[in-house]
């Protein structure tokens, strides 16, 4: 079994040797057994809270580059006739803590039957369909986080704290 163990930063100048389909909900995993699209067999085995990106590189102990394609699954677009109602529709989705991809005059979240009911009574126009979902990586670039947990501030680089 092939073990993938570091993710490139650098995507450029790097031959890709094989590739990993996987919807956003496995992207979220560092530790996970894995077919790559040649049908090689493999172990993901990862920094913990990485989330990878469809075009993410990822090398494995032989020296392979495998590179991860978000796949396509069951996704809803969300439109609205106003830019003020999709900001509208974003602040709900947002208050439940709902991934998000955000698109110029689109969202773009995965299928949920009372969210999509909670957003046509908000007068949105929604499609389902199959399509690669990329959601924003959240304000401090990481997993969820609240109040009671690590002081997140003294974590920060300085200049970013002016």
């Not at 919807?23 to 085995?45: H, N, W």
């Not at 394609?69 to 947002?94: F, K, W």
């Not at 046509?120 to 109040?147: C, N, R, S, W």
């Amino acid at each position: 079994m092939l073990n993938i163990t570091r993710r490139l930063l650098d995507k450029t100048a790097h031959p890709i040797d094989d590739y990993l389909v996987l919807p956003f909900d496995l992207r979220q995993k560092s530790r996970l057994r894995v077919t790559l699209k040649s049908g090689i067999e493999a172990a993901l085995m990862l920094d913990r809270g990485t989330i990878l990106r469809g075009g993410d590189l990822l090398k494995a102990e032989d020296g392979k580059i495998v590179q991860i394609v978000a796949a396509e699954q069951p996704v809803t677009d969300v439109r609205a006739e106003t830019q003020q109602a999709l900001m509208c529709a974003a602040y709900h989705l947002g208050n439940r803590h709902v991934p998000l991809q955000v698109g110029d005059g689109w969202l773009r979240l995965e299928q949920d039957h009372v969210l999509k009911e909670m957003l046509i009574g908000l007068g949105m126009i929604t499609v389902d369909q199959l399509a690669p979902f990329e959601p924003e990586a959240g304000a401090y670039g990481g997993g969820h986080k609240h109040h009671d947990d690590d002081d997140n501030l003294s974590r920060l680089p300085s200049a970013r704290l002016r």
